[in-house]
């Protein structure tokens, strides 16, 4: 195979490497929301895809250099332990990730320090390390696009390196308003945009980040590159033979013995404190005591998957979920009732599974990039359900004429929300599922890669 004339380059690859009982090395698709949404777009294009070697298991399989895989080259990027966590953990992290989603609890964090500062030198070397690679991998004038907040400052690097690349990001997360960039040092925040100013063009998941940025550009005097909206979307093959396997068959079957004759509220996230799960279930209590004809007659389904677990903070919230549903659980259960089913299991199939069952889903995060699940569920649903949405969400542009609109932080006004969701009469139900699902079904993975390939400026895409 030659130089390729497309590189994707991301924090996370498209596959993670294990070993089996007998010692042998099993390949699996690598997790969250940039890879579900990026790998079929990605799948069979023939580009290469360079991405971090995460685990012990990710560096064995690619010590050799790049593996050949559903029709891309992985080019696996090995980087000190340390040095990755600085990067990942304390940077990315515990730092961007709060800012660009309005996280921070102002009166402690952030503290810049020198351990912070150090982190930041490991931050610029892991860009730095994932530009060398695309320059000594990408053909002669080559479009790279980047992908998300951990690499902001990868097109800055490779502009020196390799000026006859055209290369663009794409932000999976918010972008931040110009007050909250102010938590930075003005140094980074000045290296972080003229780093996403190196590349040719910046794209996000809705025009709101898109202006968020511009913002910031125009206050600090740098001047933003164009920028591009080209929301993610699912697969909607992909999706729905999953819904079709046997495998969800068997999950849904489960589920229905479950929730017997009630009817359904259900939410699939990671355990994560932008999704705003804590608020959800508060709210879910608020309606079991403003509406007592809800009690023992809706049960509210949550998966929600353990992430970034090394982060005390995500240990943290994870506690107070648990011992939240707990606490609701003691005060309103009943011999025949359980209110909250809580599955910590990351399971797709059995997401989807609930995905098709759901009454009302509840997407409620404080902030979110997009959201592909509010897309995922209208899709799936078999049962005219009704997605009860934040407006703080990027899906909100696309999807929020067909859904019941949520402020995040209002516990009464979310009650609300689901009780309308739940009482709703079936001809207003399958009125806005129907439109629903047509707004959720526009879009593709290859028509999102395709745009953002055209906004790098790639002839002939
Ligand atoms: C979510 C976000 C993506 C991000 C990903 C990273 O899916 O929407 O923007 O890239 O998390 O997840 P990770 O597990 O790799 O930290």
Not at 410 to 426: I, K, N, P, R, V
């Amino acid at each position: 195979m030659g130089r390729p004339d497309v590189v994707i380059v991301s924090n996370r690859g498209p596959l993670s490497f294990t070993r089996d009982d007998r010692g042998e090395l099993v390949t699996t698709r690598g997790g969250g929301g940039l890879v579900s949404s990026l790998g079929p777009a990605v799948a069979g294009t023939g580009a290469t895809w360079v991405a971090t070697a995460v685990s012990a298991a990710d560096r064995e399989a690619t010590a050799d250099g790049a593996v050949e895989a559903e029709g891309f080259r992985l080019r696996s990027l090995a980087i000190e332990r340390d040095v990755y966590k600085q990067y990942y953990d304390v940077v990315a992290n515990a730092t961007l990730w709060f800012m660009h989603h309005n996280l921070f609890d102002l009166a402690r964090r952030p503290r810049i320090d020198r351990r912070w500062r150090q982190a930041w030198r490991s931050f610029e070397d892991v860009n730095r390390a994932f530009a060398e690679a695309v320059a000594d991998e990408a053909g002669e004038g080559a479009t790279v696009l980047v992908h998300d907040y951990h690499l902001p400052l990868v097109g800055g690097f490779l502009a020196e390196l390799r000026p006859d690349l055209r290369a663009a990001h794409f932000h999976h997360v918010p972008f931040c308003e110009p007050t909250a960039l102010g938590t930075l040092p003005d140094d980074v925040a000045l290296a972080l945009l003229e780093g996403l100013c190196g590349h040719g063009a910046c794209g996000f998941q809705s025009r709101r980040w898109a202006a968020a940025f511009e913002a910031c550009c125009h206050a600090r005097g740098v001047t933003a590159p164009p920028t591009f909206v080209a929301p993610a979307a699912p697969s909607v093959e992909e999706l729905l033979s999953v819904a079709h396997s046997p495998a969800c068959e068997a999950e849904l079957a489960h589920l229905e013995e479950q929730v017997g004759d009630c009817s359904l509220l259900v939410r699939v996230d990671r355990i994560e404190l932008s999704k705003n799960l804590l608020r959800g279930f508060l709210a879910f209590e608020e309606l079991l005591h403003t509406e007592p004809a809800w009690r023992e007659r809706v049960v509210f389904a949550a998966f929600v998957y353990p992430s970034r677990i090394e982060l005390a903070d995500y240990l943290a919230y994870r506690s107070e979920v648990e011992g939240l549903v707990e606490r609701i659980n003691n005060t309103w259960s009943t011999p025949s009732w359980t209110p909250i089913l809580l599955d910590t299991s990351d399971s797709f199939v059995r997401s989807v599974a609930a995905l098709r069952r759901y009454d009302v889903l509840l997407v409620n995060p404080v902030r979110d990039g997009l959201n592909l699940v509010a897309k995922e569920g209208a899709i799936v649903n078999e049962r005219h359900g009704v997605v009860a949405l934040s407006r703080e969400a990027g899906v909100w542009d696309e999807v929020g004429e067909a859904c019941l609109e949520l402020n995040p932080f209002d516990l009464a006004g979310t009650a609300e929300a689901l009780a309308t969701g739940l009482s709703m009469g079936m001809a207003e139900r399958m009125e806005r599922a129907s439109r629903l699902h047509d707004l959720a079904e526009q879009g593709s993975p290859e028509d999102w890669l395709r745009r953002q390939l055209r906004a790098a400026g790639t002839p002939g895409r």
